[in-house]
């Protein structure tokens, strides 16, 4: 088998059901396998792919293991050649993998592989490459500059080589990632791709970056929400350190400080986009579930055209295909105020995210 694609899920069922069909079309010329690990959803995820997806791999575990086990988890039962360790609430196009995998082919040295990621309007992640976070860049990023955390010096359509890809796209040989000890499962959530990234590069392979295969993902790089997640998120990036370098107090201290000053400011709300103007759907017919849904007439369009500024664009997957998706989104990359959304294949309700901070939003019909 070439390719085992291994997706983490907890608590994401709507955005899972949307992934796996662009999974399965995408691994449609492959032989390969789709292995879901849920983390003891509370919601209906499994339900969802035992009943829509019976032909895919689901493996329950009876609790939050993180997401470092819980991928370990995912490989082991892995038979692939290569792996992909791809998150729940992403979108692929019909031929990601297949380039990916193509390319993959060429390199002897090869670490892993991860492509350019988009956002839910559109817009590039650029976590999507980046530098190793040594301890000058890591205390820069954890007071706000960016700057050389980001890998800058490779456009972001480029292919090339970098240091750190991200865990929400990534592509390596099976047992390459068995031989690295696979994800550190000291790490909960957060950091684990930039510790196995690192471990890559400490044991002479090479990682690359794809910038001509787009990905979407919808929730992108999180900000500091509140402590809980700032624990995790400075806890992460002192674990690498200490493992991989001499501790330091100063990074010690900052990080302290990062956690303080985030309890102390409290949640940080996302700013809604105000109501939208106009509904347009890409598609060959328009329910009136959906209009009464949305309190508004749907325009109906089987192609992009020049529409209002607020408008929401509404894809129905039935008509158009994954890879158009994305390569719109990311053309247009919000600069005239248009947000998204995506009807599934067969499904009953509509998915998308105005930002890259936030959790999306599902609206059912």
């Known amino acids: 088998m070439k390719l085992s694609v291994v997706i983490l899920n907890y608590n994401v069922r709507f955005f899972l059901e949307l992934c796996l069909n662009s999974v399965i079309s995408a691994t449609s010329n492959i032989?390969?396998?789709?292995?879901?690990?849920?983390?003891?959803?509370?919601?209906?995820?499994?339900?969802?792919?035992?009943?829509?997806?019976?032909g895919i791999k689901l493996i329950e575990n009876k609790e939050n293991l993180g997401f470092s086990k819980?991928?370990?988890?995912?490989?082991?039962?892995?038979?692939?050649?290569?792996?992909?360790?791809?998150?729940?609430?992403?979108?692929?196009?019909?031929?990601?993998?297949e380039i990916i995998l193509k390319f993959a082919d060429t390199k002897s040295d090869l670490g892993a592989v991860g492509c350019k990621l988009i956002d839910g309007v559109g817009v590039y992640l650029p976590e999507s490459k980046r530098n190793v976070p040594y301890l000058k860049v890591a205390i820069k990023k954890l007071i706000g500059n960016s700057s050389k955390y980001y890998a800058n010096h490779l456009e972001k359509d480029a292919i090339g080589t970098i240091d750190i890809l991200v865990g929400a796209f990534m592509i390596m040989k099976s047992k390459t990632y068995r031989?690295?000890?696979?994800?550190?499962?000291?790490?909960?959530?957060?950091?684990?791709?930039?510790?196995?990234?690192?471990?890559?590069?400490?044991?002479?392979?090479?990682?690359?970056?794809?910038?001509?295969?787009?990905?979407?993902?919808?929730?992108?790089?999180?900000?500091?929400?509140?402590?809980?997640y700032a624990k995790r998120f400075y806890g992460a990036m002192q674990i690498f350190y200490n493992k991989h370098f001499t501790r330091n107090i100063l990074f010690d201290l900052v990080v302290w400080f990062g956690i303080k000053t985030?309890?102390?400011?409290?949640?940080?709300?996302?700013?809604?986009?105000?109501?939208?103007?106009?509904?347009?759907?890409?598609?060959?017919?328009?329910?009136?579930?959906?209009?009464?849904?949305?309190?508004?007439?749907?325009?109906?369009?089987?192609?992009?055209?020049?529409?209002?500024?607020?408008?929401?664009?509404?894809?129905?997957?039935n008509f158009i295909n994954y890879k158009d998706i994305i390569s719109v989104m990311n053309k247009k990359s919000n600069i005239r105020g248009w947000t998204y959304k995506i009807?599934?294949?067969?499904?009953?309700?509509?998915?998308?995210?105005?930002?890259?901070?936030?959790?999306?939003?599902?609206?059912?019909?």
Not at 184 to 207: C, V
Not at 274 to 283: A, F, N, P, T
Not at 343 to 365: C, H, M, R, T, Y
């Open 70 to 97: 819980g991928n370990n988890i995912g490989v082991s039962h892995a038979i692939g050649e290569y792996i992909c360790i791809l998150n729940p609430d992403t979108l692929v196009a019909e031929d990601a993998f």
């Open 179 to 228: 031989e690295i000890g696979g994800f550190d499962e000291d790490y909960f959530m957060y950091g684990e791709d930039i510790d196995l990234s690192y471990k890559l590069l400490k044991e002479g392979y090479k990682n690359y970056y794809y910038g001509q295969v787009q990905t979407l993902h919808f929730k992108g790089e999180s900000t500091l929400r509140d402590k809980t």
């Open 262 to 317: 985030v309890s102390l400011v409290g949640n940080k709300s996302v700013k809604k986009n105000s109501k939208k103007q106009e509904y347009v759907l890409i598609s060959d017919k328009v329910t009136k579930n959906l209009e009464n849904v949305l309190q508004k007439e749907v325009a109906l369009k089987d192609k992009i055209g020049d529409f209002n500024e607020a408008t929401e664009v509404i894809f129905d997957t």
């Open 31 to 54: 032989d390969a396998e789709i292995i879901v690990v849920d983390n003891n959803s509370v919601d209906d995820s499994c339900e969802m792919v035992k009943r829509l997806f019976p």
């Open 343 to 365: 009807l599934p294949k067969n499904a009953n309700f509509i998915i998308g995210s105005d930002n890259s901070v936030g959790k999306g939003e599902v609206i059912n019909f």
